[in-house]
């Protein structure tokens, strides 16, 4: 019987060239099992209720408003002397304000990706339409959320606790208002076909 080092070294370049040749073939099973997958996965993803989505969609946009909102705290927290005095005053309204605006834009993204269809965007018509309806709903919703949190953190409730009540609240006006935009657009975009 040959040591088990050379009887590997002679085996070795045969398997080497082998893998070689079966890699290829093995990757694209692959990619194509992961697309399948992915199907499935987007399929099953929209046998969630509309409102299970809706919460997904926002936990994510909520992600980016927070640390939008954080980012801002701290610049102007750190700047406050360069600030006129009403400004220091309502530092909280503001940070809360400027990252609630920005964060409309791929909140507005992940709602047709992941709650309402891409059928919700799928013409520059029912973009604009549906962004408009987005903006209009969340400022409408970041006016009353500002004062709302700015009041709790006035009368002492935690910065944390009052962020998740407030959002909590205007989520569901939230909910509510763009599922009736979304409806609305996609059924004159049905009916216009």
């Known amino acids: ?64 408003f927070f640390l939008l909102e954080r980012l801002f705290y701290g610049g102007l927290t750190r700047n406050a002397e360069k600030l006129p005095q009403a400004c220091r005053t309502y530092i909280d309204g503001m ?21 309402y269809g891409m059928e919700t965007i799928s013409t520059r018509a029912k973009y604009v339409k549906t962004l408009i309806g987005c903006y209009s709903t969340y400022l409408l919703a970041m006016i009353g959320s500002t004062f709302l949190n700015t009041a709790l953190i006035k009368n002492g409730v935690d910065r944390n606790v009052a962020f998740v009540l407030t959002l909590g609240i205007f989520s569901c006006v939230n909910y509510l208002l763009l599922h009736h935009i979304n409806q609305t657009v996609t059924r004159k975009g049905t009916k216009n076909k």
């Open 95 to 115: 940070s809360y304000m400027a990252a609630y605006i920005i964060q409309i834009v791929p909140q507005h993204l992940f709602n047709a990706l992941l709650v």
């Open 1 to 64: 019987m040959l040591p088990l080092s050379t009887s590997l070294k002679s085996v070795a370049p045969s398997l080497v060239e082998e893998a070689i040749q079966i890699a290829p073939i093995l990757a694209a099973k692959q990619m194509s099992q992961t697309s399948l997958d992915f199907d499935r996965l987007h399929r099953d993803f929209y046998k969630l209720s509309e409102v299970i989505r809706f919460a997904i969609s926002g936990s994510l946009g909520t992600v980016i």
